[in-house]
């Protein structure tokens, strides 16, 4: 199941969550300086929402070789934990600035 946060012509974000855990999906569809801001503004927003519902951390699956995608998300605040079978494992605290 999702949770929609963002979704419009500029890009989405959506929240899974899966065996109690919550995994982001996002993707900016044409990239500009006014969308990064968008949706970092969005991302910090979702953070803080899901802070209030006593959610800590939220992961991403992404491809291990991805360099550019990798890129994006550190840019909003997730870190690699693990790799396994061409997949890194990454995470995001909720703590907003």
């Known amino acids: 199941m999702y949770e929609v946060f963002w979704d419009d012509e500029d890009g989405y974000l959506k929240i ?3 065996e109690e855990r919550a995994y982001a999906h996002a993707e900016i569809f044409k990239w500009s300086k006014a969308n990064y801001y968008k949706a970092l503004e969005i991302w910090e927003a979702t953070k803080q929402e899901l802070a209030e519902q006593g959610v800590d951390k939220v992961f991403v699956l992404i491809p291990e070789d991805d360099y550019k995608l990798i890129k994006f998300e550190k840019m909003f605040g997730f ?10 494992y990454m995470v995001c605290s909720t703590e907003t600035e």
Request: proline share 8%.
């Open 16 to 18: 899974q969550w899966h």
């Open 79 to 88: 870190q690699p934990i693990t790799t396994h079978n061409g997949v890194m």
